[in-house]
Each structure stands twice: as structure tokens, then as C-alpha cells.
């Protein structure tokens, strides 16, 4: 079946909500919605892409502000407004824009909520990795920390300068967690015995302390909503509202970030040299839409 430019926009649209209400579901927001277990939720990336899909479900954004006012003292200021610059930057680079209704008022709430102290009086959430960030929060505090350990659980090797951008860190904070680990045995230093980068020491014991079956399967919201979320405004509005063609150059222009976020699902996108011209539209929106869909759980 052929897909259109106006379909592929709203099926991508469906998807990328039913995705944001499984994560809050998981999170202890009352809905219908399946709930999140198979992956960790990044609160801060959620809560970036609540406000910026709010103009199509105007129930997420309030139910974030509820949210907040009950759990306060679990996200990051700095954080949220490094990934909401990714995203606010990505879309400019493509040539569209959002409409950020109701950040000034998500930006107050979570401000106010860092200043008190840390209480949560959401439904009591499923131990699993989609809690894992919350989990390590409590136990380390609202710092680097928790989301470094998470990342390292995953079982991979890295830089410090790649595990703060996995992270969403300033690389002299995740540096100085990752020096003081080393020296307490948590973590193996680059150099022979870990030659890629900075490694997590006794994986199997940790994921056994912290109630978790396996290796986390580690993704990068941050990144993967918002080459999700640019792709969608601009399919919205003019001039690619509608045109396959230009769609086509989009998801060209976007393929290496499109690549990297399959990786995790074990999802693979179509070579752009593989389709000329507007050829291209049919197999990467597909594309685009199974691996939306591998998120959304369907």
C-alpha cells in the first residue's frame, strides 16, 4: 500500500503519542495506555517532547504539570534545556520550527520542584529498566551519576566526552564520576584493559543488586525524539506539508540519525542512494514508521 505525505504525517503523529503515553503511564499517569517495560523512560526528554506535541494532545501537558507538582526534585533544569536547545537547534537546521506552548510554565514547575525537597506521590511504579532512572535517582541523587551507571549498564564502552553526550551531560561532571569510580573499582579506566573507553566493573552483580533481568537496553531519547519530532513538524507544515519530494530530501538529510536510532530496535533504514528523487519517500517513510512503531510497542 502506498503511502501519502498526509498519511505517513499522521500515522507518524499517532505513534509518537502512544510512545510519550507509555512512558508517563509507566510513571504512574492514570491512562489507558500499555505501559513501558522494556527500555528505560528519560524524564527530561519526555518531558521536552510532552510540551512540544501539547497543540495535538492537550491532555499530556497538564498531566506533566500534575506530575511535577507531586514529584518534585526529580528532573534537571540544566538537562531539560539541553535537550530542548538539540531539538529547538535540529529543526532550525531543516527549516522548521515549533510552536513551544507552555514551556515557560514547565521550565517554572520544574525550577520550583529542584528548590524542595525530593517527595513522590504518584501510584507506586513496576520495578523494571523503564523505572531504572527514577530507581537510581533516589539512590544517588538528582546528579550525573544515576544517568552515567545507567549507561554503563547497558554493557558498552565509552569516552567520557561520549558518555556525556549520550547522557546529556556537561563532560567535566560525567569525567569527574567516572575518575572517582575508577579509583573506587566500579568502573575499568581507557587504556588496556579498556581499550574503547571507560567500562562498567562486575556488570552481572550490579544488574542482580538494582532487580534488573539483563543488560539495559540503553536509548538515547534526547536524540531519537527529536529527529522524530522535526521530522513530523515539518511534515505538518509548509512547504513540505503534503510534498513527497521534499519529505523525501528530509528523511535523506536525516538518514544518519534515523540510522543510529534504529540500532537499538535491531531496525536498519534504506540506503538514500538505493531510491532517486522522490522514490526515496516510500521506503524511508516506512521505514520511519516501523521503527515508531517498534517504540510504541505495536
Known sequence: MQLSPNSFRDSLGERLLSVLWRHWSVLGVSTHSTME???PVDLEALLVATVALGERDRRLPKLAEEWLAVNSGMTMTARLERMHRHL??????????????????LRELVSASSLGSSR????????????????????????????????????????SAGIARETWFDQKAVYRVLESWSNAGVCARPGKASAAGYRLLRTQQWLALLDLEGPVRWINWGSTLSTLLTILQASTTLPRAGDAYLLSSLLRDLHGELATTAVPWDLTMPDPRSSPGEEYFQPAAGAVLTLISAMAGE
Open 88 to 105: 529547538k537547534k535540529l529543526a532550525e537546521q531543516h527549516r522548521t520550527e515549533f510552536v513551544w506552548e507552555g514551556l515557560d510554565r
Open 120 to 159: 513522590r506521590a504518584a501510584p507506586s511504579r513496576p520495578a523494571g529498566p523503564a523505572t531504572a532512572q527514577i530507581m537510581l535517582r533516589n539512590l544517588f541523587g538528582i546528579n550525573a551519576r544515576a544517568d552515567v551507571l545507567l549507561y554503563l549498564l547497558s554493557g558498552v564502552t565509552n569516552s
Open 37 to 39: 517495560d522494556r527500555c
